[in-house]
Every structure is written in structure tokens, then in C-alpha cells.
């Protein structure tokens, strides 16, 4: 069983950065496809960005692909998200998510429901 523990959130200007941490427990983290989804209040729940167990692989929502880039460390346990050129748009809980099943390039497609294990969020927020 795995469980994720996300950090890195807080307050950043327009046109700054962030970088997003989601530390993983539990033997198997390197099985798993990692990712983040956001949320505002009111909302559904949205794709964000995920990366391929082995770490070759990326898919991103067409939103963020030009200004954030996933990654993932499995000898840390550890998945992240760099976050450039923030806009006020982007304020959102963020959510790391975990998943054995659903395949890395289906994240955008699939409900948010059906992945497997997620983090309790971290906050985001970008003044204008």
C-alpha cells in the first residue's frame, strides 16, 4: 500500500514558481504511474500532469505543457512538479495521485475517480 504526502505549496506572484513534492511510503512506489490533478472550490477535479513508472514517459494537460514539468525519483520515493510562468488561473488545490493500472497516456481521459491513491492536496495560490 502506498500513501502520499504532498508539500511545496503557498503563495507566489504572477510569473513566478513553484516546485510541488509528493513524498510516497510503501514498497512498490516505483510500480506506480504518478501524477498530480487540481481543484478549485466548486469544481471538478482536473488532470494536471503525470509520468510513467520508469520516468520516460510524460503526459500533460494542454494548459500547463509549455510552463510545468513532471518528474519523479524512485531512489527518494519522491514525484514533483515544477510549476513556471504561474498565472492566477492556476490557484488550485493540488493533488498527487498514484495508480498501477491506468495507463500514463489515459490520465486526461479517464474520471479522477478511477485512479487509485491519492494525497490530501497542497494549496496553490497565485496573485495577480
Known amino acids: 500500500q502506498v500513501q502520499l504526502v504532498e508539500s511545496g505549496g503557498g503563495l507566489v506572484q504572477a510569473g513566478g514558481s513553484l516546485r510541488l513534492s509528493c513524498a510516497a511510503s510503501?514498497?512498490?512506489?516505483?510500480?506506480?504511474?504518478m501524477g498530480w490533478f487540481r481543484q478549485a472550490p466548486g469544481k471538478e477535479r482536473e488532470f494536471v500532469a503525470c509520468v510513467a513508472w520508469s520516468g520516460g514517459y510524460t503526459n500533460y494537460a494542454d494548459s500547463v505543457k509549455a510552463r510545468f514539468t513532471v518528474s519523479r525519483d524512485n531512489a527518494k520515493n519522491t514525484v514533483y512538479l515544477q510549476m513556471n510562468s504561474l498565472e492566477p488561473e492556476d490557484t488550485d488545490v493540488y493533488y498527487c495521485?498514484?495508480?498501477?493500472?491506468?495507463?500514463?497516456?489515459?490520465?486526461?481521459?479517464?474520471?479522477?475517480?478511477?485512479?487509485?491513491?491519492w494525497g490530501q492536496g497542497t494549496l496553490v495560490t497565485v496573485s495577480s
Open positions: 510503501g514498497r512498490t512506489f516505483s510500480s506506480y504511474a
Open positions: 495521485v498514484a495508480d498501477r493500472r491506468v495507463l500514463h497516456s489515459s490520465w486526461d481521459k479517464v474520471r479522477y475517480r478511477s485512479l487509485e491513491v
